[in-house]
């Protein structure tokens, strides 16, 4: 009789769409602790010990076991990305794209596939701050019924190098600095700049993060991008290059520099907790999709080469096609078991989309599955249930650490026989519907000597650098020349800044000019280039200050509305279900978190107290103040500072008539911005931009 095989699922999925991992299984119903063997503990309070004041026993199992466990708690950070916060949801697709691409996920329109989602900063630890400058990591793997797709992009759609070989190198310039040790995630320093100066194809890269990209608001406000240039090939076996796009339903926001280097000491935790209290409100996040899909023929007419991934193409020039929206709707059960052990890989891919010869992609395609093992510990990690696909999963690879199937029978090896004497055979490759690799046009002619060669293609580092810096509002301008003051001004070989003076000076020589102003020093003349500079098109796609994607909405922000004995509870009322029905929430700021009595004598609790809650927390500020209230805070720091920083991150400012001594106090001048709480949920959405050159000296 033939056995009965379980090459099924593995265990902790199902095969329906978006289904939950499992909570954990194995506890005991009736809630007894115990050993990992099962046996329950009778007292998790005290050692085994020979006599109330005697020795301890080593025969403790209970408590050799709990320190041992303990002991091995944690594992390798992720070398980069170590920071990240991560949720579940779907991913639900518009229309069927199966005119270009096979893939499973994008035949159906309205087909939900479920995701793991997972942001990130790239240069510090595990335990650094949410909000240094700092590329964002936007990781998604598809649990599709045709396998995981990981696509494993950033929130800058260009990289630092060309070619993957560098990448240890660029890693080890950022991170803190071998002898000493810091700083933590920060590339204002001297190594991460000495090697950005000597590989000037990283100069558009340096735009993007110099540029407000990189102190985002909030995870929920960035733009997502697969960088490199993949491929979509339909059931005809025709191929299609596509680059992936997410953009945020939200809209594009940034933090003020100041504004991102105070939320790093007042929350340190400050994306995590919004991401988190976002999906908990029910407020779930969303990003749309978008492709641009091009030929072989528009490749080749392109002034640079689509498997550079220094280099865009700009959505003037091939629009952005949306297919779907993301929605982030459960945060994961365990911290560790999910967001930690998620191992995504650009290696994953499914049939229907292929990679392109990207140098850079070719390179991560061997380092992810080799990282997972050294943090993971066991070639078995696609077991652990985040990393599991949710289809069948059937192969002979078998055994190692920590290996969780049981496959029965003997066949563990194909092809077999087996099956002629009535035993399970095991699975079979299936050649009509397996995956196959794109043969691609050229891949003929594309091989040549065995070279380590640039293509010239690659070689033009500046054009598209200078068409960023170009496209943004002047605003954004004045804050990338001002981010690269900051962080030249935290080089101290003086080399080092001269070089990157002169890299600049190629990109154009009004920006070099100003930050060599700001640092004070001579500007020198434009390097030497491997390729002319050109003067492409500007994009204003790529503006994030007044660009398409900055929306006035309050929808999704936090409106600090400060509170104290005597404020009007008739206004109060009324603003935060004005700033509810906007979308917005209302954060009751006090001076005493536990009770302030309003004008109507009634007491109310507030949501944060003032000095644990400054104004760089929220979005946008009103004062619902008494004349007392008012003369009480004028008097403390933490209320002027709130206002004071408020007003200097341009963020909007409602008032009622008595707050004008604690405004005056605070510097406040008004404008725009400035308004009546009659008139605040109208404009609390907005960034005041023109008020900035009267409040700082931008470069
Ligand atoms: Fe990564 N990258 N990377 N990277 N990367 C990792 O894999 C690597 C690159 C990105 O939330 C590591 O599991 C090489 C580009 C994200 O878990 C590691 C090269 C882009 C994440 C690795 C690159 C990324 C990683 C570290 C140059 C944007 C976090 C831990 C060839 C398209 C995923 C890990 C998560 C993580 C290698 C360049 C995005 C070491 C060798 C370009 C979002 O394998």
């Not at 191992?343 to 989309?353: F, K, L, Q, S, T």
Request: proline residues 6%; negative net charge; glycine residues 8%.
């Amino acid at each position: 009789m033939a056995k009965k095989a379980h090459y099924e699922t593995q265990p902790g999925n199902g095969g329906e769409a978006h289904q939950q991992i499992p909570r954990d299984a194995s506890h005991d119903p009736e809630g007894h602790l115990t050993t990992s063997q099962g046996i329950r503990i009778s007292d998790n309070q005290n050692q085994l010990k020979a006599g109330a004041r005697g020795p301890v026993l080593l025969e403790d199992f209970v408590l050799r076991e709990k320190i041992f466990h303990f002991d091995h708690e944690r594992i390798p950070e992720r070398i980069v990305h170590a920071r990240g916060s991560a949720a579940h949801g779907y991913f639900e697709l518009y229309d069927s794209l199966a005119d270009i691409t096979r893939a499973d996920l994008f035949q159906r329109a309205g087909e939900k596939t479920p995701v793991f989602t997972r942001f990130s900063t790239v240069a510090g630890g595990a335990g650094s701050v949410d909000t240094p400058r700092d590329v964002r990591g936007f990781a998604v793997k598809f649990y599709t019924k045709e396998g995981n797709w990981d696509l494993v992009g950033n929130n800058i759609p260009v990289f630092f190098i060309q070619d993957a070989i560098k990448f240890p190198d660029l890693v080890h310039s950022v991170k803190m600095e071998a002898d000493r040790g810091y700083p933590q995630s920060a590339t204002a320093h001297d190594t991460f700049w000495d090697f950005i100066g000597l590989m000037p194809e990283s100069m558009h890269m340096v735009m993007w993060i110099m540029s407000d990209r990189t102190i985002p608001r909030s995870l929920r406000t960035i733009q997502g991008f697969g960088v490199h240039t993949f491929r979509f090939v339909n059931a005809r076996g025709k191929s299609t290059f596509v680059k992936f796009h997410w953009k945020p339903k939200l809209g594009l926001r940034s933090t003020i520099w100041d504004e991102a280097v105070k939320i790093a000491g007042a929350d340190p935790d400050f994306h995590r907790r919004d991401l988190f209290e976002a999906i908990e409100s029910g407020d779930f996040p969303e990003w749309e999709l978008g492709i641009q899909t091009f030929d072989e023929e528009f490749a080749d007419g392109l002034p640079y080469d689509v498997l550079d991934a220094t280099k865009i193409i700009p959505e003037e020039i091939l629009p952005v096609q949306p297919i779907g929206r993301m929605v982030l709707d459960r945060w994961p059960d365990n911290f560790f078991a999910e967001t930690e052990q998620v191992a995504y890989c650009p290696a994953n891919i499914v049939p229907g989309i292929d990679f392109s010869n990207d140098p850079l992609l070719q390179g991560r395609l061997f380092s992810y599955l080799d990282t997972q093992l050294k943090r993971l510990g066991s070639a078995n990690f696609h077991q652990i249930p985040i990393n599991a696909p949710k289809c069948p999963v059937m192969n002979f690879q078998r055994d190692g650490h920590m290996q969780m199937m049981q496959p029965q029978g003997r066949a563990n090896y194909e092809p077999n026989s087996l099956a002629e004497a009535g035993e399970e055979a095991g699975p079979r490759e299936c050649p009509a519907t397996g995956f196959t690799s794109f043969a691609g046009r050229n891949a003929a002619d594309e091989q040549g000597d065995k070279l380590r060669i640039r293509a010239e293609s690659f070689a033009d580092h500046y054009s598209q650098a200078r068409m960023f810096y170009r496209s943004l509002d002047p605003a954004e301008q004045a804050h990338l020349a001002s981010a690269l003051v900051f962080e030249l001004s935290k080089v101290d070989l003086e080399h080092v800044r001269t070089r990157m003076l002169a890299n600049l000076g190629n990109v154009d020589t009004a920006l070099s000019g100003r930050v060599a102003q700001g640092l004070g020093m001579e500007c020198p003349e434009p390097s030497a280039t491997a390729a002319p500079v050109q003067d492409l098109k500007q994009s204003p796609a790529l503006r994030l200050v007044r660009g398409a994607l900055e929306l006035d909405s309050l929808e999704g922000q936090t409106v600090g509305i400060l509170i104290a004995d005597g404020s009007d509870a008739g206004a109060l009322k009324k603003l935060k279900s004005e700033v509810e029905a906007a979308g917005a929430r209302a954060l009751i700021i006090a001076p005493k978190v536990g009770s302030t009595v309003l004008s109507d004598g009634k007491a109310i609790a507030a949501d944060a107290q003032l000095a644990g809650c400054p104004s760089v927390m929220v979005d946008a500020i009103a004062l619902v103040l008494s004349e007392d209230g008012t003369q009480a805070l004028t008097g403390e720091a933490a209320a002027v500072q709130f206002v004071m920083d408020a007003f200097g991150h341009l963020k909007a400012i409602g008032h009622t008539p008595a707050c004008k001594p604690l405004l005056d106090k605070a510097g406040v001048v008004t404008d725009e911005g400035v308004v009546p709480i009659e008139r605040f949920a109208g404009i609390a959405g907005k960034r005041f931009w023109d008020r900035e050159p009267s409040l700082r000296t931008l470069a």
